[in-house]
């Protein structure tokens, strides 16, 4: 992987240069935007047309069955059962904690204020199909909005001539999943968005996938909410002299294998350490089963940067803002508040980031392509609304009343001032 020793801000304008991840948005949104028109006017036949074009499979019916789910459930292995069990259990006691509670403030004499908070009503989930399909982004998605109280949560994946992966239909029905729908692509988004005469309309959508899902993800925002629009997988991994190179590289091709334009990034003091992990990427890379595409995210997208000093690894990691972040440093929990953008964070030597992908409990839904100055992970918080409440009585309004209408109309709105008045009107 390419080693790059520069000055910081070199460093940092690198970091900002980006491959294009998708050529010819243009075509992709305007097809996108063709199969969401064709599934509000169709529906149904609209779906199943897309499904034989795209998937060619002739459906019946899009609904999976109970029988279905839970044949598969009884069909998938007991290790693997065993294992979403105790990730579920992980997931569940993390979330809990960001449950947040309404409230009331009745401290002035006749004024109440408040907010409720309330779970959204319906929300439907993504998840992609054939070799894409992750059992464990089940687990991540539904927890979080049960245990918001969500009442309805629908799943849409693309069918498969082979039937569907049993391991995914275990998933949901261990996560708790109400319906499941054979659909993928941009129709299974439209569908959720807006309905059809079998799946219900619903009030957001979460969930990865390719760019057409994306693409119609954001299409649909507005009409219905979004979690976030997915990009490339992204590990960002500060290591000094004590860190371990084939620990190091492993961890980056950890993120390296999920796409061609994955981005994983090394960024140390220790020249050394950048030269044992570069070659130990080389070396380990041709160990796995998904090596062509490990190895063009590392020449498309990796670098390893050395740097003067730690505080200048973590102004560049800053500014790249990445989906993971490993800190490979003695006492790394010390470091937590240089750290001002990332998804998630992993902390010391045996903090490896598929820990946070699997088991752990923080959620893996994360912001990517430099988002997490902004976004946050999929969480409880995702998963609910907040309404806020007032209460005046007549002469706690009366002491605000000059207020009000000064403000009123000093913005012109002759209207609002005199909505305030009339309760004072003889």
């Known amino acids: 992987m390419q080693i790059i020793e520069d000055s910081l801000d070199q460093l940092l304008k690198q970091v900002a240069i980006r491959t294009n991840a998708v050529a010819n948005r243009e075509e992709v949104e305007q097809a996108v935007r ?60 993390f979330h809990k904690m960001e449950v947040e509670d309404s409230f009331i403030d009745a401290k002035k004499k006749g004024i109440i204020r408040g907010e409720k908070i309330a779970p959204l ?45 049993k391991a995914v239909l275990a ?22 968005a807006y309905g059809t005469e079998t799946i219900p309309q619903v009030d957001k959508i979460t969930g990865p996938g390719n760019v057409f899902v ?15 629009i997915a990009g490339p997988s992204e590990i960002g991994v500060i290591a000094g002299s004590q860190a371990v190179p084939s620990q190091v590289a492993a961890d980056l ?27 130990e990427m080389d070396r380990q890379v041709d160990l796995l089963p998904r090596k062509e595409i490990a190895k063009a995210a590392m ?10 000093d730690i505080d200048d690894a973590f102004t560049l990691m800053n500014a790249v803002a990445p989906e993971h972040l490993e800190v490979q440093l003695p006492d790394a929990i010390e470091y937590l508040n240089q750290i001002k953008n990332a998804g998630s964070v992993f ?33 409880v918080q995702d998963f609910v609304k907040r309404t806020q409440f007032v209460s005046y009585t007549r002469e706690a309004l009366k002491k605000e009343k000059d207020a009000i209408t000064t403000l009123a ?18």
């Open 409 to 426: 109309r000093v913005e012109g709105l002759e209207a609002h001032a005199r909505a305030i008045e009339s309760r004072f009107d003889d």
């Open 34 to 93: 063709e199969i969401i028109s064709n599934v509000i006017k169709d529906g149904d036949e609209a779906v199943k047309m897309y499904e034989k074009k795209f998937d060619n499979v002739d459906l019946d019916s899009l609904k999976v069955t109970e029988q279905e789910i839970d044949d598969a459930y009884a069909q998938t292995d007991d290790k693997v059962i065993q294992a979403l069990e105790l990730a579920k259990e992980n997931i569940i006691s």
């Open 299 to 308: 020449d498309n997208e990796g670098f390893i940067a050395v740097v003067d």
């Open 171 to 192: 998933a949901a029905k261990i996560a708790g999943v109400d319906e499941i729908y054979m659909v993928g692509g941009a129709q299974a988004i439209a569908s959720l």
């Open 347 to 379: 902390l010391g030597f045996s903090a490896s980031e598929p820990l946070g992908d699997y088991l752990a409990g923080p959620n893996h839904i994360l912001p990517t392509g430099g988002t997490a100055r902004f976004f946050s992970p999929l969480g």
């Open 121 to 165: 009503a319906a929300v439907g989930l993504y998840v992609p199909g054939g070799t894409a399909a992750y059992p464990s982004s089940i687990l991540m998605n539904v927890i979080p909005a049960k245990i918001a109280g969500v009442d309805r949560i629908v799943m849409v994946t693309p069918p498969q001539k082979d039937g569907l992966n």
């Open 253 to 279: 091709l950890s993120q390296a294998e999920h796409d061609k334009l994955a981005r994983p990034i090394l960024v140390t003091d220790d020249r050394k350490l950048a030269d044992a992990v570069s070659a």
């Open 214 to 228: 994306a693409t119609a993800k954001k299409q649909v925002f507005g009409q219905v909410d979004i979690d976030m």
